[in-house]
């Protein structure tokens, strides 16, 4: 069966190239979009995680009130982590950022800086509220928002925006895919077809002589079959490929912020998922077209 699939495809071989080819560029553009699904959900994961709120302290304020204040936050169900950080402490951050032109540093005393608070969210849509509460208390200065480009004043508009970005890609992500899932489907239900059709009197010959219905069908399957896998693995290689041409230029562009897995190990890891799981659907996807072109085309 398997040789008989294999001389049906060499016998046709620019038919079996467009599914091919019909099929690579539906699982390239899947592996594209579940990478850019994954890396707009761990941008997003980790503006909720990180410290995103600093509450710089006036120089004038108490270690009770600043005491008083970190236990509030510490106590607030909707900060997950609240950190005290001291004059020293903001002079050794601020000399490891300018690192690279140590004159910005030379003669910079601890005193220029304040000393702050700086506590994560659970979710950003906390944020604006706590921002409002922590800027009326009298030991706070001045509060900054970290993705807000230093304004709280934008962060309904960073949250706005972030969660918009998220939903049009896995919205119109999944409207592309499934337009080209559906796509692959009916150039492979076409080929198939077209195949029947050719061999038709092949397949009365062989019913006379006394083929199983199965002994017919199954050259048909594994023919969707390898049109599908190949296409997901040459799909998967062009993505894989362009994942890792992306991924030194993306991951210096979003410095700290992990936008894709910054170990080999784990985008592998990731990429052998995705790889996996296309398998699965291109199986389902080949399988499924073979068997609806031999009951629309194959009478027996």
Do not use: C
């Not at 049009?168 to 692959?184: C, E, H, K, T, V």
């Amino acid at each position: 069966m398997i040789n008989t699939a294999a001389k049906h495809i060499r016998r046709a071989p620019y038919q079996a190239l467009t599914a091919v080819l019909i099929m690579t560029l539906t699982f390239f553009v899947a592996t594209l979009l579940i990478v850019l699904a994954y890396s707009t959900s761990t941008l997003l994961k980790h503006y909720e995680t990180s410290p995103q709120v600093i509450a710089y302290l006036k120089s004038n304020a108490t270690t009770e009130q600043i005491t008083t204040l970190q236990r509030s936050l510490e106590s607030d169900t909707r900060v997950k982590k609240v950190s005290f950080v001291t004059r020293e402490q903001a002079m050794e951050i601020y000399k490891q950022a300018t690192a690279g032109n140590p004159l910005l540093s030379q003669y910079i005393s601890p005193n220029v800086f304040p000393a702050s608070l700086e506590f994560s969210i659970k979710n950003l849509n906390f944020a604006q509220g706590l921002i409002d509460e922590v800027t009326k208390e009298l030991a706070i200065d001045e509060v900054a928002f970290t993705a807000s480009l230093g304004s709280s004043q934008n962060l309904p508009k960073v949250v706005e925006r972030l969660t918009r970005i998220s939903n049009y890609i896995r919205i119109g992500g999944a409207a592309s895919l499934s337009f080209l899932l559906l796509s692959s489907l009916l150039v492979l239900l076409v080929i198939i077809g077209m195949r029947i059709s050719s061999r038709r009197d092949e397949i009365e010959i062989l019913q006379l002589i006394g083929a199983t219905p199965g002994f017919i069908r199954w050259p048909f399957i594994l023919e969707g079959l390898f049109y599908s896998t190949a296409g997901a693995l040459l799909g998967w290689i062009l993505g894989f490929l362009a994942v890792l041409y992306a991924s030194p230029a993306l991951s210096s562009f979003f410095a700290d912020i992990p936008f894709l897995p910054t170990d080999v190990p784990a985008l592998l890891a990731l990429l052998g998922i995705i790889l996996g799981g296309e398998l699965l659907l291109a199986i389902f996807l080949g399988a499924i077209g073979s068997l609806v072109a031999m009951k629309r085309y194959l009478k027996i």
